[in-house]
């Protein structure tokens, strides 16, 4: 007894689609499904760039505009005190954050973004470990990552305000790496 022609044809339709699926399963998926894992961790830690600006933003334009009130009690102040001592924590925390991690964020874009990311990071961590005093570290790191923001994080077709943060973020690396402007001395005349 010989099988009827339309199973032989279900039977060779149903082999075909499960060699068809288990091909792709056995040859492509796991290398996609590793891919996908890398492409998630190159996405958070640009995610979590863009978090680190923003609090650096914060933190900073906070610190800027702090001012503790004379007239506060002694607890009040203290408390205060601690408060903007926990913003300047959070800053080193930050700046750590974006040197010991910039391989896994800064090698994810072009060239030349990847150039400004780690130079971002180097300048920002050194900046916060620099001599300068505390407002001049605050004043700088806010600039330069307001040009950060808006090279990294603007809309795409805004293309003429990229192009400009560009130049404003190369301006502030070369300011921060050039040498004092030395100030001339006051002449002190003799008196006879």
Not at 169 to 189: G, K, R, T, W
């Amino acid at each position: 007894m010989s099988m009827p022609t339309w199973l032989a044809t279900v039977l060779i339709a149903a082999g075909t689609s499960v060699v068809a699926r288990m091909v792709p399963d056995l040859t492509v998926v796991s290398r996609l499904d590793a891919r996908k894992a890398r492409v998630k961790a190159v996405h958070d830690a640009r995610d979590r760039f863009s978090n680190c600006a923003i609090t650096m933003l914060t933190l900073c334009g906070a610190l800027v505009a702090w001012d503790i009130p004379d007239d506060v009690s002694d607890v009040v102040r203290a408390r205060l005190e601690g408060e903007s001592e926990r913003w300047r924590g959070l800053i080193d925390e930050t700046t750590v954050w974006l040197i010991d991690n910039s391989a896994f964020y800064a090698l994810s874009w072009p060239r030349n973004l990847r150039v400004i990311a780690g130079r971002y990071a180097t300048e920002t961590r050194g900046v916060w470990l620099s001599e300068r005093t505390e407002a001049d570290k605050v004043r700088l790191l806010g600039d330069l990552t307001a040009h950060i923001q808006s090279i990294y994080f603007i809309r795409l077709w805004r293309v003429m305000a990229r192009a400009e943060a560009l130049r404003n973020v190369q301006n502030a690396f070369d300011a921060l790496n050039s040498p004092p402007v030395p100030m001339p001395l006051p002449v002190v005349e003799e008196s006879p």
